[in-house]
């Protein structure tokens, strides 16, 4: 399972998909599993014009999926 992260407007140009995370899990057809990922300050900084990792408040997409091309996302509001 992976974890994307993507700011919604940063003051730097950041990918569509970042990865944040990921867990390697196997299991049979059919079988349910929940898997929790942390979204601490180091899932949501980004690395600015001085490439110091800053978190920037605003609205981010979270999306979490078994692979890059198919994706689940919420938005989160994000505030200091």
Same mark, same amino acid.
């Not at 140009?13 to 998909?17: A, E, F, K, S, Y």
């Given at each position: 399972m992976q974890l994307h992260v993507h700011p919604r407007v940063s003051t730097v #140009?950041?990918?569509? +998909?970042r990865l944040a995370g990921f867990r390697r899990i196997e +299991?049979?057809?059919g079988e349910p599993h929940y898997i929790t990922f942390p979204v601490g300050q180091e899932a949501r900084a980004i690395p600015n014009n001085p490439m110091r990792c800053t978190v920037e408040t605003? +609205? #981010?997409d979270i999306m979490a999926s078994p692979s890059a091309a198919d994706t689940t996302s919420v938005q989160l509001e994000l505030h200091t």
């Open positions: #140009v950041q990918p569509i +998909l +299991l049979e057809a605003g +609205l #981010v």
